[in-house]
């Protein structure tokens, strides 16, 4: 088939590090590697990782016409109260997501591609997806990660709300399919559109590549200065609030007045710069690693240069995650030290492919590391059992389910 791939959300770079971009690069290469034909649209191209086997098209983030001060006189928006520069970002979406569609269809003219269906990863402002799809007869299936509207407004001060909700419930509805990344974003979507199908797809992974990382792990453990009896304690991700990061450098600090132990925290993010500089001030900073951001094709080796990776979240009321980086450490083998919150006490079989302590409760944490970093037979034993438990999980599995999907819509047929 020939599947039309959409991500207009301007903060997901399809070759940028976050999970997102990952996701993005790993379900297209997984369509393709089944034989389809993929065309990504996207806002953002980025850079920083290879691209996937697909056509790639950067659709810009310039300003379209209307003018956003255009849109909302046209629109009725009342703006008085509102913060200046947030709504200027949030009309000049609006207006981008006019004036998409068409350099949609014209890039689709020039190469000649008719889609067989569309799948949409879901974004902010965003109804162009429903009139590409509806312009080529065609399916339209709806990813949905994380409920937007919600988040933007917790973390970003979302101003335009009435309007951001009104279209996400009729992006929801109007799909012929919605796919979720967990329960708690079904749950989600069909509190907005109660008629909706919505099939739950947690992430993938690519089983080989993880399972490759092992032939990396001595090197880069000796590039960090660490010897095979030194235990090493891991993190992969963004340095963001709810990640966790100082909850899990306190536990770290209690263990390394006690143990050999060493703390490799790969990636970066907003909070980066604050860890650095306390490890920098702390009487552990030579056994510390901080190597910054990563291309994705190297955080399988830095994952197999651990020991356990710990997945520190704080507690959330909606913990709506499919945690990518979790699924990859457990397809490298290493068993998971996470909390029991949202979808990781479905991930991280306790006891047998990690260990889960309660929530935002350093000490539990402390304990279930400890108790890992001293029993070098458990740890082996788990990690078998954790790359088994996501045998799948493969992004081919994913991808196969998703195209499925289409293919029964297509059809006419109840998926």
Not at 127 to 155: Q, T
Not at 184 to 202: G, N, S
Not at 215 to 225: K, M, P
Request: hydrophobic letters at 45%; glycine letters at 8%; proline letters at 6%.
């Amino acid at each position: 088939m020939k599947i039309l791939y959409l991500n207009f959300d301007h903060g997901i770079p399809v070759l940028g590090d976050k999970g997102a971009s990952v996701h993005v690069r790993e379900f297209v290469g997984a369509a393709s590697g089944l034989g389809h034909e993929v065309l990504v649209a996207c806002a953002r191209l980025g850079s920083g990782n290879a691209a996937p086997p697909a056509a790639l098209i950067e659709l810009g983030a310039e300003a379209p016409t209307p003018a956003p001060d255009g849109l909302a006189a046209e629109l009725g928006l009342a703006l008085r109260g509102l913060d200046a520069a947030r709504t200027a970002i949030e009309l000049g979406r609006l207006a981008w997501d006019r004036a998409v569609a068409q350099r949609v269809f014209d890039a689709l003219a020039a190469r000649s591609f008719r889609p067989d269906f569309v799948y949409e990863r879901h974004a902010l402002f965003s109804s162009a997806g429903a009139r590409i799809a509806a312009r080529y007869d065609c399916p339209r299936i709806l990813e949905v990660n994380a409920p937007l509207a919600e988040e933007h407004k917790r973390f970003r001060g979302l101003q335009l709300e009435a309007v951001a909700r009104r279209m996400e419930a009729e992006s929801f509805a109007g799909a012929t399919a919605v796919v979720a990344v967990s329960d708690a974003v079904r749950a989600y979507v069909l509190a907005r559109a109660p008629r909706q199908q919505v099939a739950v797809e947690a992430n993938g992974v690519d089983l080989g590549r993880f399972a490759a990382g092992a032939s990396r792990r001595d090197e880069l453990r000796a590039r960090i200065g660490v010897g095979a009896r030194t235990g090493v304690i891991g993190f992969v991700g963004s340095f963001k609030a709810w990640h966790g990061t100082e909850l899990l450098f306190d536990v770290f600090s209690e263990l390394a007045a006690r143990r050999d132990v060493h703390l490799l925290a790969v990636g970066d993010g907003p909070l980066w710069p604050a860890l650095d500089d306390r490890v920098a001030h702390s009487p552990w900073r030579s056994r510390v690693t901080l190597p910054g951001r990563a291309p994705h094709a190297e955080i399988p080796g830095w994952t197999a240069a651990c020991d356990i990776v710990v997945a520190p979240y704080r507690a959330a009321a909606d913990f709506y995650f499919s945690p990518l980086k979790v699924i990859e450490a457990l397809a490298c083998g290493r068993p998971v030290v996470a909390p029991r919150v949202g979808q990781l006490p479905e991930l991280v079989a306790h006891g047998r492919t990690g260990l889960l302590y309660r929530v935002d409760d350093a000490q539990d944490c402390r304990d279930a590391v400890l108790a890992l970093l001293d029993d070098p037979d458990r740890r082996a034993a788990m990690g078998r059992r954790a790359r088994e438990s996501v045998a799948a999980r493969g992004w081919d599995r994913v991808a196969q389910r998703v195209c499925t999907l289409a293919e029964q819509a297509r059809a006419g047929a109840p998926a």
